[in-house]
C-alpha cells in the first residue's frame, strides 16, 4: 500500500548495512518537501547508500557539479529551475554520468514521458513506497555496475556496430549517442536475435525492475531506440510482436 507524504514510516530500527570501504555509493536526493527527503534519505541510509541533500533547482546542479553523485532523485516540480532542467544541465550540457529517477505526480506525465526521452533511467509517482524507491535505486545502480563489467564481443549488423565493451554504437564509422538505458536495450536484444520479448521480461531482464516498473517505460525507450537509429532501419531492426512485445531481426 502507498503511503501519503505525511504518513511515511520512519525506517526501522538496526544495524546499518555493512558496505565494503570504497565501495558505498553517492544518492542525491532533490526535493522541497522537507518529509519526502526525510524519510528517503533514512531508507536509504539504511540500504548503505552515502546520501547529499538539495531542496531547488540551482542547489540541486551546484552541488552536483562540485560532487557527482552516483544516481540523483529528482522531483519534477521544483522552486526556481524545475527538475527536467536540472536533468538538461546535468546530464545533456554538463555530461555528468549519473542515473536518474523521477519523483512525479499523476498529473505530470507528459513531463515524466520528456524526462524519459531525455534520458531519464526510471520514475516513481507520488504518494510512493519508500521501500520501494531504494529498491529501484539498487537496481538502478546494479545496472550501472554490470555496465563496467562488460566483456562481450562487437554485435555487428550490416553497417551497424554494437560495441559492449566501450558501449558504443556506430553506424558506418558514425557514432550513435544513445543513453545508458538505450545502449541496455538495444545490446539485450541484439544478442538474442529472433527472441520475442515481453515488456514485462524486458522491465526485468533490462530494468532489473523485478516487477515494480511501470512497462509503459519499455514503449518510450523503444521509439526513442528506433528514432536515433533511424525510423526505417530502427523499426526494421526492432520489430514490434503483436500481443507479445519486441524482437530484434538483423
Do not use: C
Amino acid at each position: 500500500m502507498h503511503l501519503r507524504l505525511a504518513e511515511f514510516p520512519r525506517p526501522a530500527g538496526g544495524n546499518m548495512v555493512e558496505v565494503e570501504p570504497g565501495t558505498k555509493q553517492t544518492v542525491m536526493v532533490v526535493d522541497d518537501e522537507p518529509t519526502i527527503v526525510e524519510v528517503v534519505s533514512g531508507y536509504l541510509k539504511r540500504a548503505g547508500f552515502d546520501v547529499t541533500t538539495a531542496a531547488d533547482g540551482p542547489s540541486a546542479i551546484a552541488d552536483a557539479l562540485k560532487d557527482p553523485p552516483d544516481l540523483i532523485v529528482l522531483d519534477l516540480m521544483l522552486p526556481e529551475i524545475n527538475g527536467l532542467e536540472v536533468m538538461r544541465v546535468l546530464v545533456e550540457v554538463e555530461k555528468l554520468d549519473l542515473a536518474v529517477i523521477l519523483l512525479t505526480s499523476k498529473s505530470e506525465e507528459s513531463d515524466r514521458l520528456v524526462g524519459l526521452r531525455r534520458g531519464a533511467d526510471d520514475y516513481v509517482v507520488k504518494p510512493f513506497s519508500p521501500a520501494e524507491l531504494v529498491a529501484r535505486v539498487e537496481a538502478v545502480l546494479r545496472r550501472g555496475r554490470a555496465r563496467n563489467d562488460q566483456t562481450a564481443e562487437p554485435i555487428m549488423v550490416g553497417d551497424l556496430v554494437i560495441d559492449p565493451s566501450s558501449r558504443i554504437v556506430t553506424s558506418s564509422g558514425e557514432e550513435i549517442p544513445l543513453t545508458q538505458l538505450e545502449f541496455d536495450l538495444l545490446a539485450f536484444l541484439a544478442a538474442r536475435p529472433g527472441q520475442a520479448f515481453s515488456r514485462d521480461q524486458l522491465m526485468e531482464e533490462v530494468w532489473e525492475s523485478d516487477g515494480f516498473g511501470d512497462t509503459g517505460t519499455v514503449t518510450v525507450h523503444v521509439r526513442r531506440l528506433r528514432a536515433k537509429l533511424g525510423e526505417d532501419r530502427g523499426g526494421d531492426l526492432i520489430e514490434t510482436v503483436w500481443g507479445i512485445g519486441y524482437r530484434f531481426r538483423p
